[in-house]
C-alpha cells in the first residue's frame, strides 16, 4: 500500500521560502505521479503541480514562476520548493500519487498524505 509523508510546513513571513517533502513508501517501482495540492481556509482545494514518472512537470498559474517541483527516485521523496511566497499561499498542502506514465496533471488521485500546513504572515 502505497503511503505519502508530507514534512517542511510552518510559519514564514512574506516573500520567504519553504521546502515542502513529501516521501513515499510501501511500494516498489517508479511508475508513479505525485502532486502537489493546497487547501486555504473556507476555499476548496486547488492543484498547484505534478511531476511524472519521467520528471516533467506542471504548475497552476497560481504559482507558476515561484513554485519548483522535484523529485529523488533514490530516496522516494518529491520536494515542492516554494519561493516569494503570500499571504494568500496559507494553506494545508497535501502530496497526493497515482499510478502513471507520461505527462502528469492534477485529477484522480488515489492516494494522499495527511496534510503540512503552511502559513505565510508577518
Known amino acids: 500500500q502505497l503511503q505519502l509523508v508530507e514534512s517542511g510546513g510552518g510559519l514564514v513571513q512574506p516573500g520567504g521560502s519553504l521546502r515542502l517533502s513529501c516521501a513515499a513508501s510501501?511500494?516498489?517501482?517508479?511508475?508513479?505521479?505525485v502532486g502537489w495540492f493546497r487547501q486555504a481556509p473556507g476555499k476548496e482545494r486547488e492543484g498547484l503541480s505534478c511531476?511524472?514518472?519521467?520528471?516533467?512537470?506542471n504548475y497552476a498559474d497560481s504559482v507558476k514562476g515561484r513554485f519548483t517541483i522535484s523529485r529523488d527516485n533514490t530516496k522516494k521523496t518529491v520536494y515542492l520548493q516554494m519561493n516569494s511566497l503570500k499571504s494568500e499561499d496559507t494553506g494545508v498542502y497535501y502530496c497526493?500519487?497515482?499510478?502513471?506514465?507520461?505527462?502528469?496533471?492534477?485529477?484522480?488521485?488515489?492516494?494522499w498524505g495527511q496534510g503540512t500546513q503552511v502559513t505565510v504572515s508577518s
Open positions: 497526493a500519487a497515482k499510478w502513471s506514465v507520461g505527462r502528469c496533471d492534477l485529477m484522480l488521485y488515489g492516494y
Open positions: 510501501g511500494f516498489t517501482g517508479e511508475n508513479y505521479a
Open positions: 511531476i511524472s514518472n519521467g520528471g516533467t512537470t
